[in-house]
Nanobody, 121 residues
């Protein structure tokens, strides 16, 4: 069974930094894009950053210049380095990956369980 496991969330002060990690495990055949989403209370889930298997990245305007997404294809792991954190970055952050398991014939959306990031002022 394929799954995504996130780590690295927590409480940080305004202006601080955090690094999130998300590792895909299980019988993985191939991983396409890996992405980070977030959902704040009362708001819709939004795409924060994404990275393709080739390393092409994209970012939400609100995090450009402050967040950096990267991945280690050998480990099927994606990272989100967050800097200059603001109170509005407070949310549950979810890892997402488009993957194909070794027992499947199609690529599917997989989601992690979410990790809380709280930025205090």
């Amino acid at each position: 069974q394929v799954q995504l496991v996130e780590s690295g969330g927590g409480l940080v002060q305004v202006g601080g930094s955090l690094r999130l990690s998300c590792a895909a495990s299980g019988s993985i055949f191939s991983v396409k894009s890996m992405n980070w989403y977030r959902q704040a209370p009362g708001k819709q889930r939004e795409l924060v950053a994404g990275i393709t298997s080739g390393g092409t990245t994209n970012y939400a305007d609100s995090v450009k210049g402050r967040f950096t997404i990267s991945r280690d294809n050998a480990k099927n792991t994606v990272y989100l380095q967050m800097s200059v954190l603001k109170p509005e970055d407070t949310a549950v952050y979810y890892c997402n990956a488009i993957m194909r398991s070794s027992t499947d014939y199609v690529f599917r959306d997989y989601w992690g369980q979410g990790t809380q990031v709280t930025v205090s002022s």
